[in-house]
Nanobody, 125 residues
Framework: QVQLVESGGGLVQAGDSLRLSCTASGRTFSTLTMGWFRQAPGKEREFVTN????????YYVDSVKGRFTISRDNAKNTAYLQMNSLKPEDTAVYYC??????????????????WGQGNQVTVSS
């Protein structure tokens, strides 16, 4: 079983940047596909992006394309979500997740079996 610990959330203004980190332990991180989801108040959990274990193949939801970048450092067992040009509608609790699915797109939260604790990101206008 893998454990995921997130860090890096906070309160920023529209247009600012934040970087979220997700550090894994307990299983070979380099074999896992990593994803980021978010959940705004009163809304369902939404897929944001994922990165395959090769560190090359990524997929983004349209609303964050060109603003968010997912990456990973397998030597540090850590995945990152760099968020630029943040908008108030990006406000949510962000969750990292891990799965053994090996696909360019893994967008269904039910496909993930390990989750981080969640990290609040608040963007003020």
């Amino acid at each position: 079983q893998v454990q995921l610990v997130e860090s890096g959330g906070g309160l920023v203004q529209a247009g600012d940047s934040l970087r979220l980190s997700c550090t894994a332990s307990g299983r070979t991180f380099s074999t896992l596909t990593m994803g980021w989801f978010r959940q705004a108040p009163g809304k369902e959990r939404e897929f944001v992006t994922n990165i395959r274990s090769n560190g090359v193949d990524t997929y983004y939801v349209d609303s964050v394309k060109g603003r968010f970048t997912i990456s990973r450092d397998n030597a540090k067992n850590t995945a990152y979500l760099q968020m630029n040009s943040l908008k108030p509608e990006d406000t949510a609790v962000y969750y990292c997740a891990a799965t053994t699915y090996y696909s360019e797109y893994v967008g269904n939260f039910m496909q993930y079996d390990c989750w981080g604790q969640g990290n609040q990101v608040t963007v003020s206008s």
